[in-house]
């Protein structure tokens, strides 16, 4: 069901005129993304048309764009994605970690996306591992499942990494299945200190390599001494590493990561209202508690705007990545050896084509299902039923 108001609408009432005020200011890939949502079930895209089996009810459903940022499109990629991680479960219980860039280090992201990004999950991802292998504290390797987000719940900036990270791991000599305490995996200290020190040491490399770029009030740090002063205070400031109590099994994993894999900025749900000047729109203000949280915010449509876009993602970034056991390569076999050192069956491996589920609603007037009778292209609109006048004309002499 259509939400009663969409991104989508608030694109398509301004977009046109905010590319014409910030011409040349926009990157290619947020002019992509804006036309992608303007566009997103629209005859721009084509579409087809819908019958019902049974009453013969028609209806028709333009394409998506399918476009990682549009909240609309997502839906169908969380539900094929989480069916493929569903065998990637095992039977214990799993951790939810966050990894959290301070400000200062924000306002170097904002203006160095790809790279900073990129750090962010390197060093995140090595200090889990590194922690989660000391005889000290786990002493196991362990899998992690990473997504990056880079927006508050206001769309403001705020980079951080979500974490689900199996409450175990395989012992160095793959002997046997080492596991965590029942609501505690690693010491959240002990990740920050070290996370820290590898993100700043790395960050610190790429600008002496000339690989970082600031502009506008941020130019002066591409002197190394400004740099420099620019990250003392958080030397000393306590990074922060969040660990969430552990999910109630395999079913509340997934059911949290249809929520965060594929989530956007906002989503259609949030929005309350929109006219020709602002957006208004629900937001959760995490400095207060219980019901107060739910704070309502008004923005200038050209804000609203210019937020979303803060958050379209450098062409290619993969948003979502997987570390130690679920890493590419030896995932398989890794899976393979938890399952049978933790006693438990291997799913079939079946590598045989599966037919996409059908996702379309069933008729609105009988509840019967639909089916695709004409497909038609871009920027064309379907052919209408048959016409008995049109008919009886085609057929006078």
């Not at 505690?184 to 990740?191: A, G, S």
């Not at 957006?279 to 915010?297: I, L, P």
């Not at 449509?301 to 590419?328: C, S």
Request: hydrophobic share 40%.
């Amino acid at each position: 069901m259509r939400a009663s108001i969409e991104v989508a609408d608030v694109f398509r009432a301004a977009a046109p005129a905010y590319r014409a005020v910030y011409a040349g200011h926009l990157s290619l890939q947020q002019l992509k993304v804006m036309s992608a949502i303007e566009q997103c079930r629209t005859a721009a895209l084509g579409g087809h048309v819908e019958a019902c089996e049974d009453c013969g009810e028609r209806r028709i459903a333009y394409n998506s764009c399918r476009n990682r940022h549009c909240s609309k499109c997502q839906g169908a990629a969380a539900r094929t994605w989480l069916a493929e991680r569903e065998a990637d479960l095992l039977p214990v219980g799993y951790f939810h970690i966050v990894f959290t860039l301070p400000a200062e280090v924000a306002e170097i992201a904002f203006h160095n996306k790809a790279l900073i990004y990129d750090l962010l999950f390197k060093a995140a991802s090595e200090t889990m591992l590194t922690i989660a292998a000391d005889s000290r504290h786990l002493g196991a390797r362990i899998g992690i499942t990473a997504v990056l987000h880079t927006w508050g719940s206001a769309m403001t900036h705020h980079p951080h990494v979500h974490m689900i990270v199996p409450g175990g791991g395989i012992a160095p000599d793959g002997s046997r299945w080492i596991s965590s305490r029942p609501a505690f995996l690693l010491p959240v200290r002990v990740l920050g200190k070290l996370f820290r020190r590898l993100f700043l040491t790395r960050l610190v490399t790429l600008h002496e390599a000339g690989r970082l770029s600031f502009f506008g009030s941020m130019a002066h740090l591409g002197d190394r001494r400004a740099f420099l002063r620019h990250l003392s205070p958080v030397r000393k400031k306590r990074w922060v590493v969040y660990a969430k109590a552990p999910f109630a099994g395999p079913e509340a994993v997934l059911a949290y990561l249809s929520r965060y894999t594929h989530r956007v900025a906002i989503s259609n749900s949030r929005l309350i209202a929109f006219d020709k000047n602002s957006v208004t729109f629900r937001y959760k203000d995490y400095r207060r508690e219980g019901a107060n949280r739910q704070q309502v915010m008004v923005l200038a449509i050209d804000e609203f705007i210019r937020r979303f876009l803060l958050h379209v993602l450098p062409h290619g970034f993969h948003r979502i990545r997987h570390y130690g056991l679920l890493a590419g390569g030896s995932r398989k076999a890794s899976l393979a050896l938890a399952r049978e050192l933790l006693s438990v069956a291997t799913p079939p491996d079946d590598d045989t084509p599966h037919e996409p589920e059908d996702f379309r609603p069933s008729c609105p007037c009988c509840g019967g299902r639909m089916i695709v009778i004409e497909v038609f292209e871009r920027w064309r609109q379907p052919r209408g039923p048959p016409n008995a006048t049109a008919a009886s004309r085609e057929n006078s002499p």
